[in-house]
């Protein structure tokens, strides 16, 4: 087990900054002063970084860790930390981490002792999200699928029978398949896409995949989240599979009540169903 604090200086740290995903106003006024008392920005993209720098009138290194380099990047960035360099990193977008690199930075940083704190901001799959009107309590976030199209069907296959929305990221020249393979594996569930987030042109469309696969590719243009809803067929959870679960809640000292709330809270099964097949 190994424990850090962020705030006390007993270690070093890496800040990891969200940035805007679009309307570049959403910046935090910590994430500004974190920025400003760095020695060092590294960032997926240290053009774009720039010109977000430029526009609160910073000048600051910046180092370019990209998903090809971030292995030898994050040594360096680790170095630098070590030999008392304030070093923040931030991606193109949003969350570094969330479909972007950052994640071996971490994994490597915490392996030299290093904390990690983030910056908090924008994430788009949260933004899209919150304002979805799928459920929102559960939920499983896939990122983008595989290119190839055999290869994002097989993983929608893994998916559906989960009882969590879905959330994918997808790009523009891509949407319309993704909407085709989405219909045929997972059938006519509702979903949700998220266009332009926080820019002019913000849309949901809301409807049913047989619908939103009928739309005009023209029109869906930007960068855009798709929110499928889960499975909602209780009958893809056996009624032993639910007793077992109750009972091994039980037997590690649950009352039975505790036991029938979480396991129908937490693959969503109505609590009169599995009241009826445990009392
Ligand atoms: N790190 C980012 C985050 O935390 O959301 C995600 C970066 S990923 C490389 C880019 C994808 O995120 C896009 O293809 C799109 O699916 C989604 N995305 C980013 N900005 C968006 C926006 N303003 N509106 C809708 N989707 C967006």
């Known amino acids: 087990m190994k424990r850090t604090k962020s705030f006390d200086n007993s270690h070093f740290v890496l800040y990891l900054i969200a940035t805007p995903i679009g309307n570049l106003s959403e910046i935090s006024e910590r994430a500004l002063t974190t920025i400003k008392e760095m020695d060092i920005i590294a960032a997926e993209d240290t053009r774009n970084t720039g010109f977000l720098l430029n526009r609160y009138g910073f000048s600051k290194e910046l180092f370019s860790l990209r998903e090809h380099n971030e292995n030898e990047a994050s040594s360096y960035l680790i170095s630098l930390i070590k030999n008392g360099k304030k ?25 030299e002792d290093i904390a990690v704190s983030t910056i908090s901001g924008p994430s788009a799959f949260i933004n899209a999200l919150v304002a979805s009107g799928l459920e929102t309590n559960h939920f499983y976030f896939h990122g983008f699928l595989p290119a190839k199209d055999s290869e994002a069907k097989e993983e929608l296959e893994f998916l559906k029978d989960k009882r969590e929305t879905l959330i994918f990221y997808e790009s523009p020249h891509r949407i319309h398949r993704m909407l085709e393979n989405l219909f045929e594996i997972l059938g006519d569930r509702n979903a949700v896409i998220a266009r332009e987030l926080t820019k002019l042109n913000e849309e949901y469309i809301r409807g049913a995949l047989s619908e939103l696969v009928a739309i005009n590719e023209q029109e869906l243009k930007g960068e855009m989240v798709v929110m499928v809803e889960g499975n909602k067929q209780e009958e893809t959870i056996s009624d032993q599979f639910l007793i077992d679960k109750v009972n091994n809640l039980v037997n590690k000292g649950l009352s039975k009540k505790d036991a029938i709330d979480i396991v129908s809270d937490h693959f969503m099964v109505n609590k009169n169903r599995i009241k009826k097949l445990v009392l």
């Open 87 to 111: 070093v923040a990193y931030v991606s193109d977008a949003g969350y570094p981490g969330i479909s972007d690199p950052g994640y071996l930075l971490v994994k490597n940083a915490l392996k």
